[in-house]
């Protein structure tokens, strides 16, 4: 074990697993929800809500929003941002109970590191409202600067937080895995 707290150091393991698998459902729940919303967006903006969180240009922008005006999309592109401020309270949850309960069951320096990223994987919460934030002012017409690049860079730092406590999560489930395997042999 280590003495590196986790940012659920107040719940039990049990509280923890039943936290996650909650977290997850909900998460799991507006995924399905979103991806299927977003299908309305694809025939305007291809990759749909992603293409609007990293545009990184004011052309660019410009070019999306004048996109989803024309075809009456805005509000729905919107709505969909909104929905986006309820998946951002559970996702960045969901991935670092997982790296907490995967750092938990591991050693050394595999622990530490999987609870540094469990703490860090939150930030995605507050970088995710501000990219949405963003997103929301360049629906409003407001595509200068600074709104594409900070959604952008927004995007970019959220994708890397939650990426990085999805890998640890899948690593920590390979070398436990691995473990169970060894000993059975």
Same mark, same amino acid.
């Given at each position: 074990?280590?003495?590196?707290?986790?940012?659920?150091?107040?719940?039990?393991?049990?509280?923890?697993?039943?936290?996650?698998?909650?977290?997850?459902?909900?998460?799991?729940?507006?995924?399905?929800?979103?991806?299927?919303?977003?299908?309305?967006?694809?025939?305007?903006?291809?990759?749909?809500?992603?293409?609007?969180?990293?545009?990184?240009?004011?052309?660019?922008?410009?070019?999306?929003?004048?996109?989803?005006?024309?075809?009456?999309?805005?509000?729905?592109?919107?709505?969909?941002?909104?929905?986006?401020?309820?998946?951002?309270?559970?996702?960045?949850?969901?991935?670092?109970?997982?790296?907490?309960?995967?750092?938990?069951?591991?050693?050394?320096?595999? &622990?530490? =590191?999987?609870?540094?990223?469990?703490? $860090?994987? %939150? *930030?995605?919460?507050?970088?995710?409202? /501000?990219?949405?934030?963003?997103?929301?002012?360049?629906?409003?017409?407001?595509?200068?600067?600074?709104?594409?690049?900070?959604?952008?860079?927004? &995007?970019? =730092?959220?994708?890397?937080?939650?990426? $990085?406590? %999805? *890998?640890?999560?899948?690593?920590?489930? /390979?070398?436990?895995?691995?473990?169970?395997?060894?000993?059975?042999?």
């Amino acid at each position: 074990m280590h003495d590196f707290p986790s940012p659920f150091w107040w719940l039990s393991a049990l509280e923890q697993r039943i936290a996650c698998a909650v977290m997850l459902a909900a998460m799991f729940g507006l995924m399905t929800y979103l991806s299927h919303a977003q299908a309305v967006l694809t025939g305007v903006v291809p990759n749909g809500v992603v293409e609007l969180e990293t545009p990184l240009t004011t052309n660019k922008a410009a070019e999306m929003i004048k996109n989803l005006k024309d075809a009456h999309l805005i509000d729905e592109a919107r709505r969909q941002t909104y929905w986006d401020y309820a998946f951002l309270l559970v996702y960045p949850i969901a991935l670092s109970l997982g790296c907490a309960i995967a750092a938990g069951a591991t050693s050394g320096k595999t &622990a530490i =590191i999987g609870m540094c990223i469990s703490w $860090g994987v %939150l *930030l995605a919460c507050p970088v995710d409202a /501000v990219e949405n934030f963003a997103i929301l002012k360049m629906l409003g017409e407001r595509t200068t600067m600074p709104w594409p690049l900070l959604a952008t860079i927004c &995007a970019c =730092i959220k994708f890397t937080l939650a990426g $990085g406590g %999805l *890998l640890f999560v899948l690593y920590a489930l /390979v070398i436990k895995g691995w473990e169970c395997i060894k000993i059975a042999h």
